[in-house]
């Protein structure tokens, strides 16, 4: 049998840690926030005075709060550090730079790898919850480079995503939030039909993911598709078949 070392945790068996905003709203299934979206044990950590405005304005006052926050995860023994907000990429590097395991803080990080695979005149559209504060330099802190084709498309116009979402009202229609979602993609083909995928870069839109790509007929990659990769890599298994 394997032996075991007790560490500075209260509990154990945690794949992936999720740093979360100091944000109220619901959480509903297929978002990030939520437990069962996951088919792995999650470990989430609150960051107080995180608040959503604070990190659209990368305030690096909330630095050092963030990074004993991952610490703590690190510690608590998970594989791996990402978060419930686009807009944390702008804490990537000091997040890194304190924990010893692989930390992903954004779903932004999968356009330039997504770029790679489509011919460069084929945009990767990108479905934003504020395009006003998506602006150069939070895209080339997750690798997306000038020369890389994206287009974006923000949710902070779409009247039930701003009340609910931005506004923290404190609970959410999912078809209207769905129907506004489903109605960026639409735009976003329609402007550019030779458009390869879609990322949504706000964590609580995975939920949409399928109605979009029913729309589009792209692929759709969100926060759970960049865990999941990551899960996926840290956890295989032995294949088992017949030959």
Do not use: W
Request: charged share 25%; with cysteine; net charge negative.
């Amino acid at each position: 049998m394997p032996k075991y070392r007790v560490r500075d945790a209260d509990t154990y068996g945690h794949a992936i840690g999720v740093l979360l905003l100091d944000y109220r709203g619901p959480f509903i299934p297929g978002d990030v926030g939520n437990a069962t979206t996951y088919g792995y044990p999650v470990l989430f950590k609150l960051v107080k005075g995180l608040t959503l405005d604070r990190v659209f304005a990368g305030d690096p006052e909330c630095e050092s709060a963030i990074v004993e926050a991952a610490k703590e995860l690190e510690a608590f023994g998970v594989r791996g550090i990402s978060s419930d907000c686009g807009f944390l990429i702008q804490y990537q590097e000091a997040v890194k730079k304190a924990v010893k395991v692989p930390v992903f803080m954004s779903s932004l990080l999968q356009i330039p790898f997504l770029a790679q695979m489509l011919e460069p005149s084929r945009p990767v559209g990108c479905i934003t919850a504020s395009r006003t504060n998506l602006g150069n330099r939070v895209l080339e802190l997750a690798g997306i480079k000038s020369e890389i084709n994206v287009v974006i498309r923000g949710m902070e116009d779409r009247p039930h995503f701003k009340r609910a979402i931005l506004e923290e009202a404190g609970d959410l229609d999912s078809d209207l939030i769905e129907a506004e979602t489903v109605a960026c993609g639409k735009e976003l083909v329609e402007r550019y039909p030779d458009m390869g995928a879609v990322v949504f870069e706000c964590s609580m839109l995975p939920p949409y993911a399928k109605a979009v790509q029913d729309v589009t007929g792209l692929p759709v990659f969100d926060f759970i598709t960049m865990i999941n990769y990551f899960y996926e890599g840290a956890h295989r298994s032995t294949y088992h078949g017949f030959y």
